[in-house]
Every structure is written in C-alpha cells, then in structure tokens.
C-alpha cells in the first residue's frame, strides 16, 4: 500500500513529522507532496531541516495568491 502525505502550510509540517518517522519505522511506503504553498526557502526549507522531514517526491509549486487560484494551480495537469 501507498500512503501520500500532502503539506503546504507550517500546521502541515508539524503534523506530518511524526506520521513520516512511523511510516518509515513500520515500513510503510510514504510519498511527501509539498504544494509550494510556502516557496520561500525561510519558509519551506527550514521545515524540512528542521524536522528532519525527506526530500518532498512532488513538489506542486502552488505559491502565493488566492485559495481558488492555489487550488486551480493544485488541479491543473
């Protein structure tokens, strides 16, 4: 089985840490999905530093602007 973590916003990482360590311990197949929501490396890198969170296997590069325009970047193929 595969599981998809997704992150975006600093709550995200926080809550993701921990599901990734259990994952990888119980030898689960976890991919990570960073949106970009947070681009800036202050902003993002930091967070994978930080807690010692993998490389993300998607990166969406969503950015800035408004929830619609983040989700229709989210959608678009």
């Given at each position: 089985m595969k599981v998809l973590g997704v992150v975006g916003a600093r709550p995200n990482f926080m809550k993701?840490?921990?599901i990734?360590?259990?994952a990888a311990a119980g030898g689960l197949s976890l991919e990570l999905c960073h949106t970009?929501?947070?681009y800036d490396d202050n902003m993002s890198k930091v967070f994978f530093e930080d807690l010692e969170l993998p490389r993300p296997d998607v990166y969406l590069g969503v950015?800035?602007?408004s929830h619609a325009a983040q989700t229709a970047v989210i959608m678009t193929p």
């Open positions: 993701m840490a921990p990734v360590r259990a970009g929501q947070h950015g800035s602007g």
